[in-house]
């Protein structure tokens, strides 16, 4: 590759792949999904939703339009908001008790990703910990295919619908991990931005701000070229670093960010904005779901871990609790300033696409210029002020750190590796911004 960035390096990987599941996107595409089902030959399905979506016009919609096409289908709606082990077992004995020939998914990241591991666990039946990563699992991987699925998303943020990972909360541990594995990669997606249109100002800006996480964080993730070669193309991981395709998503996706997500949260009326969010939320999940995310993301579970003081407006969700976006952008503006020094350059383009004004800017201020940046995005949509802004003091900061250093796949994805005093540093730098 011509790009400077993906330079060959001594025992570094020569070669990328891209995964994507089939995408159909626009307004009223839901209501393809009969047609979509019966054409993959889908006749008994299980549709998984949470409990708030469950009698509402998006399943109903998805239930009409399968019913239609003569498949017959029984709802799993125990999803839960940020899905953990039990709600997962629960979604995996439905599924083996229904010999479904075909699953859908109308919901959030937790209705996708509940989906997504529940099919593990009934197809392929283990120790729950066994198929994630150490050091909390034993990073067995799942062995064989799933049941063919039709994600259907509701929200502009996660991207789950693109990519091949589930995250999932541990009760042992009290926090989140991942599972990854190319056989959970949905067969097909079908993003709808009308899906959108009731959502609340508060969570338009959340997923925004992991859509713009997952972009950044894809942009400036160690290149691929820096992982080691693999001899077995089916062991090359899908976290495989940056590369020129998720490199082609973020960058869109950052420029979405920009023009649309304060519009989107401060008019709930602005479809474009709404239409374009969704397209962004999409591209960042193209983009992370084929090159994985860093440090934002394995320092957001600390926080989903140790959070006690705080509430959040508009999620039906019991206290304590932060929504994924906020758990993620809280720390960002203190992890760019952290990481710039790893990849200058990167960051730079990166808060350019976001709008930064560079000008005159160079290596040594792009930690600064990205991080600002973030912030008065922040600022402009309503964001909880760092750490602080959701429950946390500095007296904290070592339990957060110890927490999150265990996510050790995303860690090593960033550009610069962070020890556990470095993630002690950011945090207390993330503590408040303005
Ligand atoms: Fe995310």
Redesign the pocket.
Known sequence: MACQYFTPCEHGAETFTVMMPKLTFGRGCLAELGQRARTRGFTWVALFTDPYLRDGPFVRGALESLAAEGIDVAVFSEVRIEPDDRSVIAGAEFLRDGNFDGVVSVGGGSSMDTAKAAMIYALHPAEFTDYFAPPVGAGRPIPGPLLPHIACPTTSG?GSECTSVSVVRLGEYNTKFVLGSPHLLPVEALVDPACTDTLPANAIASTGY?LM??AIECYTAKAYTRWDKVADPNGRTLLQGANPWSDMSARRALEIVDGYLVRGVNDATDQEARDQLMWGATLAGMAFGNSG?HLP?AMSYGVTHLMHDVTTEGYPVAAPFVP?GIS?VVNAPAIFRFLADGAPERHLEAAGYLGADASGAGPDDAGEVVSNRIIRLMQDTHAPNGLSGVGFSAAEVPDLAASSIRQTRAIHNAPKVADLQSMQDIYSDAISYW
């Open positions: 996660t992991d996480c997952h995310t993301h994924h993620v």
